[in-house]
DNA sequence: TCAATCTGATTGACGTGTCAATTATGCCCG
DNA sequence: CGGGCATAATTGACACGTCAATCAGATTGA
């Protein structure tokens, strides 16, 4: 009895339907965000930890667990917004092995100039286009997909 | 009275939870399917349009269209599978600007091993997850985002 | 003290995606 | 015919992500 049929063409086209529609989504409010802003998702996400750290500067490694990231991505994307003068690395004074990440001026800029038109667009694409009822029932799918993750019908070796 | 209040918080945390939860699915699967068959999503969706295209072979555009990518998209998933000995390109008959794809053993015999874990794993991960229910409304809301998309609210110049 | 080890962070290799430019061929019309 | 334009596909430059390897500075324990 736990081999259950294959899904349905119906199941099938739902779960493509769900699956693109938030890559859709996402890459909406993506292009909107870099034309008001110039900032890409990532950066956005790494300002808004900034910003909201006391002082615009972060441990490294604290940035990566707030945002959720691996520390080499965090290293990487680092690297790109460095060039582009968004944020500016300093050594650690209490950890010699530790960087600290600091908010710089064009970075405050591009945070303060994307956030109020980003958060009217997240608004408009996504709140705006559901029913309060379609709104909860997004949240409660989102809960059973993440619990069916943790706990896998039949585990497979995977994490 | 276009001008509404931006997000409450809880209407973020729902729009971060149904992006990210997507995304986790998505990852879990590719790395189920990596497992299974050494191949990526990408890989799989090529090969399912060759393997339903009759003689395994089709011109490179219309493969771009029936899997909705980018030619150069195309052109450059295709050059790496090549070296994996997936598929191969030939020149096009009818029209010498063109290049066929051809389904190269390897990649027949890479796919058919992929199927039928892949969609047992949609099953587990995705259908089972849900109730009918809650199947239903991933329907419905995808369906309403795609609409949102396709008539904004307010129009910013954005396709 | 100092060697073994742990930890913070970076780096390099590579897969993946976009955009713009390029190449080569087909095609149409004066 | 032949110049101009459309089309097929590739290419190059770059952003982004993961993984494994590396490097330097902390730590700790005989």
Chains 1, 2 share one sequence.
Request: charged content about 25%; glycine content about 6%.
């Amino acid at each position: 009895m736990s081999t259950r049929r294959f899904p349905t063409r119906d199941e099938l086209r739902i779960w493509r339907d769900y699956l693109e529609t938030g890559d859709l989504v996402r890459a909406s409010l993506a292009a909107r965000l870099q034309r008001s802003s110039g900032l890409s998702p990532g950066d956005y996400a790494v300002l808004l930890a900034l910003s909201e750290a006391p002082g615009g500067r972060m441990r490294s490694s604290t940035l990566a667990e707030t945002i959720g990231w691996e520390r080499s991505r965090v290293s990487h994307h680092l690297g790109r917004m460095e060039k582009r003068d968004l944020i500016r690395r300093e050594n650690c004074t209490t950890d010699n092995r530790g960087a600290e990440v600091v908010l710089a001026p064009a970075g405050q800029a591009a945070f303060q100039e994307a956030t109020r038109p980003h958060l009217r667009d997240i608004r408009e694409i996504f709140v705006d286009a559901l029913t309060p009822e379609q709104l909860a029932a997004a949240g409660e799918i989102a809960a059973a997909l993440r619990a069916q993750l943790a706990h896998p019908t039949a585990p497979r070796g995977l994490a």
